[in-house]
């Protein structure tokens, strides 16, 4: 019998920052064979982040269309897997978080009676609703995989409130920890525009906030800047016109409000790294500030990152933008309060994630 083939698949941008630790930590083992499969769920947004870890998929299905729907994606992804997983004849299938993408690469693992890894598992909100259709995406991975990689003990508690027995979780910390301290240091700190004052950084692309929640926290936003005259808003747009439209109406026209188009991940972490505050719906900056040390406010009504919040390094603060007004203004001015959150140790890893999850893939096929 040849080497064990162990399948990694990604999709979106967040799939593949957090994957591509593992695929390279699992490349240099001799013992297993890796391929990573893209689903193309995502196109640019997806190919700057294997352009940035220097990795190419060894298949790409390039299936993303403008204005995909769920469900279409979900049709198509799902034939399209399912064709190749008989191809390639997995021993293994890895995907991570709570995408499309890794609802499909689950469920067609699944379907072929193939062993399932869930890299970043146990996250929730309890809400099938909130985030939509995260929730659902990784609760029903849950149900089949094999082996969950639990980034936090919480997230491994979560599992086992769900009776997910000890011996498949795996706590590891974050596989985005390990992604992020790849890239920190890469960058010059100046590719972005000089700016003597204060820089807020915000990203919201989350489908339970677009309309009116995100424009009501996109005004809320403009006006923080205006009431702080030091301060440059920096608005890198997710790639969604649905998205676009929004921020671009409510946030254009403004010389100290910049709407940047996305940029790559060792760029982006540079942004992180030079801001002062954060305002954000995107689940892996809600990680990774705070291992830079930059308060965040969340805003959406629920978490699956908790730890965040209560160690104190994050504040969940809904669309309210009267929320997003005081609490912003609040942080910018009040020294003690921001050096509180800014000194709180991050709570989602030290950047060993990949290591152990290859260990426990090693340990499974011994
Ligand atoms: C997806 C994930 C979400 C994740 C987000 C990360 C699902 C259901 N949602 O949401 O969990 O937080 O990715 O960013 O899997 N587009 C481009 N170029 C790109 C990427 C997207 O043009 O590189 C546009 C396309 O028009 C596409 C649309 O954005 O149809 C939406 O992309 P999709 O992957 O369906 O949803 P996201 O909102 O990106
Ligand atoms: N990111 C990036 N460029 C950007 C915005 C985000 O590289 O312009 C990175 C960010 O550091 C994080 C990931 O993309 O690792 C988060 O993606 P997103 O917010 O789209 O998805 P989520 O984490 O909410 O699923």
New binding site residues.
């Given amino acids: 019998m040849g080497k064990p083939r162990v399948v990694l698949v990604v999709g979106t941008?967040?799939d593949a920052?957090k994957t591509l630790p593992v695929v390279i930590a699992l490349q240099k083992e001799q013992s297993l064979e890796t391929v990573l499969v893209s689903t193309g769920q995502h196109r640019e947004m997806l190919q700057q982040v294997f352009h940035t870890f220097g990795v190419q998929p060894d298949r790409d299905l390039g299936l993303m269309k403008h204005g995909q729907s769920l469900g279409e994606l979900t049709g198509r992804m799902s034939l399209a897997l399912d064709e190749l997983f008989k191809e390639l004849k997995p021993q293994f299938v890895i995907a991570q978080g709570d995408t499309t993408t890794t609802f499909v690469a689950g469920l067609s693992a699944f379907y072929n009676q193939i062993p399932f890894g869930h890299v970043e598992a146990g996250l929730r909100t309890h809400n099938v609703f909130d985030p939509f259709p995260e929730e659902f995406n990784r609760q029903a991975v849950g149900l089949f995989a094999t082996h969950h990689y639990a980034p936090t003990e919480l997230s491994a508690s979560n599992l086992r409130r769900e009776h997910v027995a000890d011996e498949k979780i795996f706590v590891t910390g974050n596989t985005?920890i390990d992604a992020v301290l790849m890239v920190a240091e890469r960058e010059p700190q100046t590719w972005f525009p000089e700016h003597a004052g204060r820089v807020i950084l915000m990203?919201m692309?989350r489908r339970e906030n677009w309309g009116d929640p995100m424009a009501t926290c996109a005004k809320a936003a403009r006006q923080l800047v205006d009431e702080h005259p030091d301060t440059l808003l920096a608005v890198?747009m997710?790639r969604n016109p649905i998205v676009r439209e929004v921020l671009e109406q409510e946030l254009g026209g403004h010389d100290r409000i910049h709407l940047i188009e996305?940029?790559?991940?060792a760029r982006?972490?540079k942004l992180i790294q030079r801001a002062n505050l954060i305002l954000t719906d995107?689940?892996?900056?809600q990680e990774?500030a705070p291992s830079f040390g930059i308060p965040i406010l969340v805003l959406r009504n629920t978490t699956e990152r908790p730890e965040g919040v209560d160690a104190g390094c994050a504040k969940l603060i809904g669309t309210n933008p009267e929320a997003l007004l005081s609490e912003g203004t609040r942080l910018l001015n009040d020294k003690v309060v921001y050096s509180e959150m800014s000194q709180v140790k991050s709570p989602y890893g030290e950047g060993k994630a990949s290591a152990m999850i290859v260990e426990a893939i090693k340990n499974y096929f011994a």
């Fill in positions: 941008r967040p920052i985005g990203t692309h890198p997710h996305p940029p790559e991940y982006f972490t995107s689940g892996g900056v990774e």
